[in-house]
């Protein structure tokens, strides 16, 4: 072979090594994508996208949410959320126009049903969660001491005005402020209810765990009323899930992978309330000093196992219980408690 054929040769097989790594290179990048073991292989896809859901009020009690995130149960099922803060306005308006697909609430937003807010009730978070505490040394220790009384709540409106106001009324003592029998005193924080009922500007706070059961437990306050025990309310959901119209509408199965995300974080919780205590605490999602109160708080508010919901819940019969006490006391105005509880209840899970 002579020198031009060599260099010939070696300018072929140069050319043809530059194709193969070349083409090899493009086979890789092509095949690149979810799922693969490639270096720079893309993200999972939510299937869902990106979502928000109220979930930084601090309450205990919003456990599942919390769960569900950091558990990746929201994520199994198609969603990238993103937790924020809102009030319950902020929540009713987000549900309404679809911005929100769902959140956790209580009876509180019935009235906002009927009056034009687009949701509907599609499953039950947990059991009892507020509870009523008074200054040590206060003669009151229960419902008949109330006559004349101030009580200090989070919102005129908000759950545990509601609930005071169903206790109250079961009890012949009007919970209207325009008969004045009992004064509501809003406060924009737990703690300040609670510094009201020390310096005595209120006699009773109605408070959402974990603070109510804190202040028993410090020595300085006792209990009255605890929503997980009381006959009125006790063995019933008193916190709801409440998913958007709109969504529903359009999209019923992200409601249904939403509720399937939020069923898992109840499970598990059941399972398992100590870590549950404790993934919440170490993630400050609600102030936990006491972790032993936390368990047992977790423990009480009843969260269905997997073989309870196969099993089935009763989610349409506590809130027919509920628009018929809300109704008892003048904060509905339906005549019909069975046709209400119809317009507002939704089963997700037989559509």
């Not at 410090?218 to 709801?240: H, N, R, V």
């Not at 995300?261 to 609600?286: F, H, L, R």
């Not at 219980?321 to 003048?330: C, D, H, N, P, R």
């Amino acid at each position: 072979m002579n020198a031009k054929r060599v260099s010939n040769f070696f300018k072929a097989a140069v050319l043809v090594l530059s194709l193969t790594v070349a083409l090899t290179a493009c086979g890789t990048k092509a095949n690149t994508g979810a799922g693969s073991s490639a270096p720079d292989a893309q993200e999972p896809q939510f299937k869902y996208g990106k979502i928000d859901i109220p979930g930084k009020d601090g309450a205990l009690c919003g456990a599942p949410i919390y769960i569900a995130f950091e558990k990746g149960f929201f994520a199994e099922e198609g969603f990238d959320v993103n937790l924020i803060s809102a009030d319950t306005e902020t929540r009713k308006i987000g549900l309404n126009n679809g911005n929100i697909p769902i959140v956790n609430g209580d009876f509180q937003f019935f009235p906002s049903i009927e009056e034009g807010v687009k949701v509907k009730v599609v499953d039950g978070l947990h059991d009892g969660c507020i509870k009523f505490v008074v200054a040590k040394d206060s003669p009151i220790s229960g419902v008949d001491d109330l006559k004349g009384k101030k009580i200090a709540v989070d919102e005129i409106g908000g759950t545990p005005h509601q609930v005071a106001s169903v206790w109250l009324e079961k009890a012949g003592i009007s919970a209207r402020q325009e008969d004045n029998e009992v004064t509501f005193l809003p406060y924009s924080d737990g703690n300040l209810e609670l510094e009201a009922v020390r310096n005595g500007d209120a006699d009773v706070a109605a408070l959402w765990d974990p603070l109510g059961s804190i202040a028993e437990e410090s020595g300085e306050f006792k209990l009255i009323f605890d929503l997980s025990t009381d006959p009125t309310f006790a063995g019933k959901y008193c916190c709801f899930l409440y998913a958007s119209e709109k969504v529903l509408k359009d999209d019923p199965e992200k409601v249904a992978a939403i509720l399937r995300a939020y069923n898992k974080a109840q499970a598990w919780i059941a399972a398992n309330p100590e870590e549950t205590v404790e993934i919440i605490g170490d993630k400050k999602y609600s102030a936990i000093d006491d972790k032993d109160l936390a368990v047992r708080l977790i423990k009480s508010y009843a969260y269905p196992s997997s073989e309870e919901q196969a099993a089935g819940t009763n989610v349409r019969g506590d809130v027919l219980y509920f628009v018929q006490e809300l109704k008892s006391i003048g904060y509905l105005k339906t005549n019909d408690a069975e046709a209400f509880t119809d317009q507002i209840y939704y089963d997700v899970k037989s559509k």
